[in-house]
């Protein structure tokens, strides 16, 4: 199996900074894209809006909202991502998800017959919280 972990968030003043981790753990032969979600807090039901995305060879993505505030970085030795969060704004408050696109061993009936995929998994996400 493989897990997520989101460090803990947090309660900061507008224009602070904050940093989260992610550490994905258990048999993972690769991992490809690594990305950062959040949503509204208290809202389940609203969709999960794309923060920022980094790919293996460190190519990023960001919403145009965050660009320049945020930087996405990852550890591929450890299985690790990072959002640096500066310049904290009120809009910014969110529950924020860490998900990684990994690849697993898929048992089978037998061992002949397990098979390896890239698979999505998800953290429990991690609340950001800025105040004015």
């Not at 690769?30 to 460190?58: F, H």
């Not at 970085?73 to 860490?98: G, H, I, W």
Request: aromatic letters at 10%; glycine letters at 8%; hydrophobic letters at 35%.
């Amino acid at each position: 199996q493989v897990h997520v972990v989101e460090s803990r968030g947090g309660y900061v003043q507008a224009g602070s900074s904050l940093r989260l981790s992610c550490f994905a753990s258990g048999t993972i032969f690769d991992i490809r894209d690594m990305i950062w979600y959040r949503r509204n807090p208290g809202d389940q039901r609203e969709e999960r809006k794309l923060v920022a995305s980094i790919k293996p060879d460190a190519g990023t993505y960001y919403r145009d909202s965050v660009k320049g505030r945020f930087t996405i970085s990852r550890d591929n030795a450890n299985n690790t991502m990072f959002l640096q969060m500066d310049d904290l704004k009120p809009e910014d408050t969110a529950v924020y998800f860490c998900e990684v696109e990994a690849l697993i061993e898929i048992p089978g009936a037998r061992a002949s017959d397990s098979r390896f995929e890239y698979r999505h998994v998800e953290g429990q996400g991690t609340l950001v919280s800025v105040s004015v």
